[in-house]
């Protein structure tokens, strides 16, 4: 006769390393595992409608592949964890996974003209073979909407960078 036992989990490190930066604890393609052949990636977008250059990417041997990882699905849920971030230290904590786990180097900091507005908060996504255009303007886009629906987040970004110092 055999017995069945369940195993409890071994390492509470072990349930940290599994949960998602979106708030999900199920491991998806954003998870730290390395991608796998088997991890979904990223459909290849129209002919011509976009420059992400993401055959050029597939097939230089070495190359950092992240970014393929985020599939439309997992844009989506990027695009609203990144709607609904209720903090400054939650939006650098995103900063942080976005570049973890896609390599996406996102730099967010008040433009060099007068910000009195979302619009003069500059985000810059750097360059990336692989990054889909769209994905490149909705981010930015996509942050904003937060930062408008949280204003005190861009308080606190402007107080980083000193532009209240004197207030």
Do not use: W
């Given at each position: 006769?055999?017995?069945?036992?369940?195993?409890?989990?071994?390492?509470?490190?072990?349930m940290?390393?599994?949960?998602?930066?979106?708030?999900?604890?199920?491991?998806?393609?954003?998870?730290?595992?390395?991608?796998?052949?088997?991890?979904?990636?990223?459909?290849?977008?129209?002919?011509?409608?976009?420059?992400?250059?993401?055959?050029?990417?597939?097939?230089?041997?070495?190359?950092?592949?992240?970014?393929?990882?985020?599939?439309?699905?997992?844009?989506?849920?990027?695009?609203?964890?990144?709607?609904?971030?209720?903090s400054?230290?939650?939006?650098?904590h995103?900063?942080?996974?976005?570049?973890?786990?896609?390599?996406?180097?996102?730099?967010?900091?008040?433009s060099?003209?007068?910000?009195?507005?979302?619009?003069?908060?500059?985000?810059?996504?750097?360059?990336?073979?692989?990054?889909?255009?769209?994905?490149?303007?909705?981010?930015?886009?996509?942050?904003?909407?937060?930062?408008?629906?949280?204003?005190?987040?861009?308080?606190?970004?402007?107080?980083?960078?000193?532009?209240?110092?004197?207030?």
């Amino acid at each position: 006769m055999a017995t069945v036992t369940q195993s409890a989990p071994q390492d509470s490190l072990e349930m940290l390393a599994s949960s998602n930066p979106l708030g999900n604890t199920n491991l998806g393609p954003l998870s730290s595992e390395p991608m796998t052949p088997s991890s979904p990636i990223r459909q290849p977008c129209p002919p011509g409608a976009c420059t992400c250059e993401r055959e050029r990417l597939l097939d230089t041997p070495g190359a950092d592949q992240r970014i393929l990882r985020l599939t439309r699905q997992e844009e989506t849920r990027l695009l609203e964890r990144l709607e609904n971030i209720q903090s400054l230290t939650d939006l650098e904590h995103m900063q942080r996974r976005i570049y973890e786990q896609l390599g996406i180097r996102l730099e967010i900091a008040p433009s060099h003209n007068e910000v009195r507005s979302m619009r003069g908060i500059a985000i810059h996504i750097d360059a990336l073979p692989g990054l889909c255009r769209k994905t490149r303007q909705s981010i930015p886009t996509a942050i904003r909407r937060g930062l408008e629906k949280h204003p005190e987040i861009a308080y606190r970004l402007l107080d980083a960078h000193d532009l209240f110092r004197d207030a």
